[in-house]
Structures are given as structure tokens and as C-alpha cells.
């Protein structure tokens, strides 16, 4: 018999991460049978009916893995309230159900994932795993070896230290400054904030990589699907087995790129 704990069957829906699906159940938004779920109940798809504010949900039989060149002004969620451009507006040719992997700010650009692989998202986002990721900032002023040293052995936010971080500078002036940093943690606004506590506000922020994953060959508002190899590579950062081959084999054409 296959049984799901229900959190992690509504992420292999393409719901969310299992965090996020978590929090739709705690909100009592999940039903199985018609009755509100509860958090660590176990449902076997078979004989299970699950419905999300009272719309039934069934597992993505086809995986999709996108990355994403995301614009400034579009926000990383499936649907806004006031009407802004959201992620999912870049990928209309996308039948299948997919949601981001992580956020980026409304004003920053770069690189994203998104798909429908609750499993892979979870430990992408999960602190543990330690997934890279590479921005390039311009802050304001011409900043100086003690504040790169600082940012290096990790500085002090009101939610506590950040790890150290690698950094180098790019180019600066005597009004601006443009770094590359690499961190491992995903905290809300973690590098606008480890810049702004040694005194450099970032005027303009993008990221450039995303767990190994580049922004090399598309421009903004563009999107690919992922290659096996660069699939199978994030499942083994991931802490994964690699990518079945029969899904593999039924993905779309890995080097189709489009311009959302």
C-alpha cells in the first residue's frame, strides 16, 4: 500500500514545498474525505481523496524543472493580491503545476527554480544542505577591506549571526562599490541586510547562480528547462537518489529557452 504523510503527498502535488504545505494544513485548508486534515496524518492516495480549499489535488506524474531568469518588479509567489507580475506570468507556456524554489525580493533579478518536485525543493531550501547560492551586489560607497573582512567572518542580524561568506570586490568607485558574495543560508533579505550592517546598502542586487545553476544563456524574463545532468546533479546535492530514467525520458525539450 502506498502511504504518503500528508504534507509530503500535497508537495509531490506541486503545492509547495513541505514547509509551505504544512502551513496550508495547519491553516485547516487541507480535507481528506471531506474532513479537515490535521498535520502528520497519513493518506494513501488509492483510496484517499485530498482537496485543498475544496479543490481536489492528485500527484504530478510528470516532473518539471525550470530555471528562471527573474526580473526586477516580478514577485516570487504563484498569485498577488495587488495585481503584480508574478513569476508564474514568465512561464505561461507551463501546464503543469510548478512553484519556486525559495524567493527572490521584488527587487532583485537572477536566477530561480521552480518546479513541481516537493522532495528536491524541501532540501534545497532545507539550512542543512548548505546549497550555494551567488549574487553580485552593487552597494553604496567605496567599501573598504575591514567591511569585506566583516561580511567574510559573518556578521550579527537582529535573528542572529550569518555563516562567513565568500566575498571578493568586482569594481568599485568613490560612490559605489560592486561585489560578488556567496552564502549557503536562506534568510529573508540576507544579503541586502549583511550589507546594510557594515554600512554598505545594496542599490542593486542579482543572482547569479543558484546550486550550481548559472544564468549563462538567457536574458531576463527567460526561462529553460533543466538537462538530466544538471536534475540528476541536484538531486545528489540534495541528498537524492538521481532521476529515475523514466521520468527523465518524458521531460520536455531541455533546451528550450523562451522569453516570459
Known sequence: MNTYRLQRYLASCGLGSRRYCE?????GRVSVNGKIAELG???????????VDGKSVTLESRKVYILLYKPADVVTTARDPQGRKTVLDCLR?????????GRLDADVEGALLLTNDGELAYRLTH????????YHARVAGSISP?????LRRGVLLEDGPTAPAQVRVLR???AWSEIELIIHEGRKREVK??????GHPVLYLRRIAFAGLSLKGLRRGEWRHLNTSEIQDLRVIAGLSAHPQSIANRMADPNHTTDG
Open 93 to 101: 507556456e507551463i501546464r503543469e503545476r510548478v512553484f519556486p524554489v
Open 23 to 27: 502551513t496550508l494544513i495547519s491553516a
Open 127 to 134: 539550512p542543512k544542505f548548505g546549497i550555494k547560492k551567488v
Open 193 to 198: 541586510r549583511m550589507c546594510a550592517s557594515v
Open 172 to 174: 568599485k568607485s568613490e
Open 146 to 150: 575591514e567591511a569585506i573582512q566583516r
Open 41 to 51: 496524518a497519513v493518506i494513501n492516495p488509492e483510496t484517499d481523496t485530498v482537496a
